[in-house]
C-alpha cells in the first residue's frame, strides 16, 4: 500500500500514534525492526506513573491526557487495562507527588503502612498488561487498514522516501536512526511470577531510593520489580539482580514467598533529558520526531501521539 504516513515503531508510542492518525483518515504504515511483542514497551510493568521524564510542564498535560483515555478503554477487558487501587509507600517523611490529585490520593494512616515504611498515600490508575495492550492497539490499526512491516531503518532519509510524512517512535533506536547521542538506555528488569491472591499495588516512593520497589497484581499473574541501570544495553535477563527484585518484594508482601516464577523481562527505557516531540521539513516531506519517554512512555502515549497527529494536521493544512 502506497501510504500517506509512515511510523518508525511498534512500541507503544508508535501504536498509539499510528492509531491517532489513521483514525483521522490518513493511510499508515508502521514500520520496525522489532515486532510490538519484542519491543521495551512490552517489557514494562506497566503502571500509569510519570515517572523518569522531562520537561515537567509537558509531562503533566500529556499523562494527564493519557490518564483519562486508559480509565476510558479500561472498561473494555480486552484492552488488558485495568484501573486497580494500591499505595505508594515511602521509608522517609515526603510528600505526595504534584500528580497525586489527577488519581484521587489520599494519604495513609501510619497504621495502614507496610513494615518500615512512615509515609505514604493510595490511589487508583491504571495497570496495564502490556503484551495485552500491544496487541490490542495493532488489532485497532489494522480494522483501519494499517499494517505492520518488519523493516530495520539504517537512517530516517531512507524513511522520507517511502511515504510524505515520517513519524520517529524509534525509542533508543533513535541514537543510531537520527544521531541522537543524548539518547540513553537506562535498563530495567522484572519477574513475574504467579499470583497468590495480590489485589492491590504496591510501590517503593522512597525519594532517591537505591533500587526500586514495585508490586503489580494482573489477574493470574504478578509483575515483581525493577531496576534501573543507566547507560546499560545488554538484554538479557540477570539472575543476581531477579533475587534481589524477589527479595525486596517478598520484604513488603510476604505472601510471595514461594511464587511461581513465570517470566523474565528485561527492557530498555529511551531516556532524553527531554522527550523529542517536534517537526521538521526533511527534503520535501514532513518528519516528526515523538521518542525519549524514558520510563513512561506508556503514561504520556495518547498525549503525545494526539500532539503528534495535531502538528501533523497543522502542518498539511497550511501547506495544501
Ligand atoms: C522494566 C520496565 C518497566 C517500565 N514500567 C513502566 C510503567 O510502569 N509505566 C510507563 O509508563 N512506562 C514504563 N516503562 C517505560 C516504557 O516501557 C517506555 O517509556 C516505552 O516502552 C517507550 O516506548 P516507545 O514506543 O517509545 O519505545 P519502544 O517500546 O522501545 O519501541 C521502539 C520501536 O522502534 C523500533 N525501532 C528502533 N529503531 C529502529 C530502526 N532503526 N528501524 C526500524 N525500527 C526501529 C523498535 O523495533 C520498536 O518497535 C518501563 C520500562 C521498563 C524497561
Known sequence: MSADAVVIGAGVSGLTTAVCLAEAGMRVRVDTDRPPGATTSAAAGAMWDPYLAEPSDVVERWSRETLSELVALGVDKDTGIRIVEGTQESRIPCAMPTWSGLVGGRLCAPEDLRRGFVAGWRYRA??????????????????????????????????????????????????????????????????????????????????????????YPHARTVVLGGTSDRGNWDLSPDEEAAHRIIARCVAVEPSLSGARILEQRVGLRPARTRIRLAEEHHGGGLLVHNYGHGGAGLTLSWGCAREVAERIRRVLTATA
Open 126 to 215: 491504571p495497570l496495564v498488561d502490556m503484551p495485552r495492550y500491544l496487541h490490542y492497539l495493532a488489532r485497532r490499526l489494522a480494522e483501519e487498514g494499517s499494517s505492520i512491516r518488519s523493516h530495520r531503518y539504517g537512517a530516517v532519509e531512507e524513511a522520507m522516501r517511502e511515504a510524505p510524512v515520517v513519524v520517529n517512535c524509534s525509542g533508543t533506536g533513535a541514537r543510531a536512526l537520527v544521531d541522537d547521542p543524548s539518547v540513553e538506555a537506562v535498563r530495567g528488569q522484572l519477574v513475574v511470577v504467579e499470583n497468590p491472591g495480590i489485589e492491590s499495588f504496591f510501590c517503593d516512593g522512597t525519594p532517591d531510593a537505591d533500587e526500586l520497589t514495585y508490586i
